[in-house]
């Protein structure tokens, strides 16, 4: 075996061991959740569909146990959705990338997106890809001017980065812009004017988490324009929403709605979303903390025409955590045999020697498989130093902590969504 192959073995076995998944982990152990494979597959297919249909997007929100291999699973069909051409955005929510801000979480998604075959910046490689000549661009420019209903913005970018491409420097700047960078309106005019432009591109004024709904809805058919299927994101950790206040808790639930394809302004062709979140998610913040009754009862007490939109949205969001989920199956005795062989000889690879078989964690229905990766990996780990030595593993049950976090109230793009940029 060369080098090459064993320090691969060993970046598998690291990220195994940690729980942390990578390309080479996934490798490794594949995908045991067929099902969930062949309903990702059949909408990464209406993904491409949506463009000339015209039908609203649908998302996937896969639930699981902790150590149940919901982070394995994204990274597994993050990779199915680069082999199949879609640019893909793998996200964390976190304080820095909250659910309810969809500028966060654009900007989070145009750093995070990988391209397949590139290795550069997403954007631009997606922008050096276009090419005026090709149907599907001059398709996307003619949407973008004439149909899409976006903000001015994005037409007179589009048109100045076509014609400005001898300006590498303003053309950088335009890919910030798509990338989420703000642009004023007067420095767009001005580059308008340099380029004796005869169409009057009015520049107007749009709330911040206007133009990032409209950046997604950009960005997805700039990929299509560009050659590319579509944009999936991935977004991992979505109980993290159960942290934010209750106001923040409704916009996250809304928008989770949204990105699932269950409300009206749910179009985004090109682009399709799947979420993971804790299994007992549902259970505790829906009836123990009683977010079902609280959040939307909270917005109509207010009584506002945008407190009553938004208490039907976060409820349609809350409806689907409770029921419109696709389970994570807990392992086999079949695909726990293949996957013990399968760590067996990835650990033999990296280190060069003959694991030992090692039955260190029981099996019981209720255990996850990272239990028992990591059970094994740490046993090989320890007799592989010691041969004679018996470690005792003990496996302690981790609770999800869904209290809220004062830590993660952090105030939306721009301040509130009433805040225009011009």
């Not at 064993?6 to 996934?26: C, M, S, T, Y």
């Not at 990338?97 to 979480?105: E, G, V």
């Not at 749009?206 to 997604?216: D, G, T, V, Y």
């Not at 207010?302 to 029921?323: P, V």
Request: proline share 4%; glycine share 6%; hydrophobic share 35%.
């Amino acid at each position: 075996m060369n080098i090459d192959e064993q320090v691969k073995n060993r970046r598998a076995i690291e990220a195994l061991r940690n729980g942390v998944p990578n390309r080479d982990a996934v490798a490794v152990l594949g995908c045991n959740q067929p099902e969930i494979e062949d309903k990702f597959r059949r909408q990464l297919q209406n993904t491409r569909d949506m463009i000339t249909d015209g039908r609203p997007n649908e998302g996937m929100l896969v639930a699981g146990d902790f150590g149940s291999g919901k982070s394995h699973l994204l990274e597994y069909l993050m990779h199915l959705a680069l082999e199949q051409n879609f640019v893909c955005s793998k996200i964390v929510i976190s304080k820095e990338t909250p659910l309810f801000d969809p500028a966060k979480l654009y900007r989070a998604a145009a750093e995070a997106a990988i391209v397949p075959g590139k290795r550069g910046g997403a954007m631009t490689e997606i922008a050096t890809a276009l090419n005026p000549n090709h149907t599907a661009y001059k398709d996307f420019y003619l949407w973008v001017h004439q149909r899409a209903g976006l903000n001015s913005r994005f037409a007179a970018t589009l048109f100045l980065y076509e014609r400005m491409q001898n300006d590498p420097e303003f053309s950088n700047r335009i890919i910030r812009f798509w990338s989420g960078d703000k642009i004023g309106s007067g420095e767009i005019r001005k580059y308008l004017k340099a380029c004796r432009e005869p169409v009057t591109y009015k520049i107007d004024n749009i709330p911040a988490k206007e133009l990032a709904l409209q950046r997604f809805k950009f960005a997805a058919r700039l990929i299509v324009a560009a050659g590319y299927a579509g944009w999936v994101l991935l977004i991992d950790e979505t109980e993290l929403l159960a942290k934010y206040s209750l106001m923040q808790r409704a916009k996250s639930y809304a928008e989770l709605a949204r990105w699932m394809g269950k409300l009206d302004e749910s179009n985004f062709a090109g682009l399709t979303v799947v979420f993971t979140i804790a299994h007992d998610f549902g259970e505790k913040i829906m009836m123990e903390i009683n977010d079902l009754e609280k959040v939307p009862g909270r917005l109509r007490a207010k009584g506002t025409e945008n407190d009553l939109l938004l208490a039907s949205q976060s409820e349609r969001g809350m409806r689907l955590i409770q029921k419109e989920f696709e389970l994570l199956k807990g392992p086999d005795e079949t695909t726990l045999n293949q996957t013990y062989e399968r760590v067996q000889s990835i650990h033999a690879q990296a280190y060069n020697w003959s694991p030992p078989p090692v039955q260190s964690i029981e099996r019981l229905r209720s255990n996850r498989m990272r239990q028992y990766v990591r059970g094994w990996i740490t046993e090989w780990d320890l007799k592989r130093l010691d041969s004679g030595y018996t470690p005792e593993i003990e496996v302690t049950k981790l609770e999800q902590d869904y209290t809220e976090d004062k830590n993660l109230e952090v105030e939306t793009e721009g301040g509130s969504d009433s805040n225009n940029l011009n």
